[in-house]
């Protein structure tokens, strides 16, 4: 199932910044995108309730790997299985946290409050922003990201 979502995107300081209003659930929209830029480098993601998010979308997570895995098994085609073979394990071997950042720094998906990221910046190459913070407090949180990173800022419906 292919997430149905209006968005926009721009270039600003070197960052690409897209804006997203998703026309299905947070974590599923959120999964889906995560699974299309996980080979670009190390994910953050800013949300008021880190534990809680990072559990719904952990969930999609493991619902798109069963996705693969069904694909897998109903083809005959070796090229095909063997890609899928490799998207599997490298979808297996991403680990998430809400843990502070501060912290926990290797996991490869990590979910934290404002504040949090504030205190330790993330260096990551995609940053979501799941709710309206100031722009003060963005610019301090991009601050530690490469220029061909991504910010996905995402609308209220």
Not at 9 to 16: A, P, Q, R, Y
Not at 58 to 83: F, G, V
Request: with cysteine; charged share 20%; net charge positive.
């Amino acid at each position: 199932m292919k997430s149905q979502s209006r968005f926009t995107k721009m270039v600003t300081s070197g960052l690409i910044v897209e804006h997203r209003c998703p026309g299905v659930a947070l974590s599923v929209d959120l999964a889906s995108h995560i699974s299309h830029r996980h080979s670009m480098g190390t994910i953050a993601v800013v949300t008021s309730h880190p534990k809680a998010l990072m559990s719904s979308v952990r969930k999609q997570w493991l619902k798109l790997i069963r996705r693969a895995q069904r694909d897998k098994s109903s083809t005959l085609n070796r090229q095909h299985i063997a890609s899928l073979d490799e998207l599997i394990r490298v979808m297996q071997a991403i680990s998430f946290t809400a843990r502070d950042p501060a912290d926990e720094l290797s996991a490869y998906v990590s979910f934290a409050t404002v504040e949090q990221f504030i205190a330790a910046p993330p260096q990551c190459t995609t940053l979501y922003v799941t709710e309206p913070i100031p722009k003060l407090s963005q610019h301090m949180i991009v601050s530690w990201m490469p220029r061909s990173g991504q910010i996905v800022m995402y609308e209220q419906r």
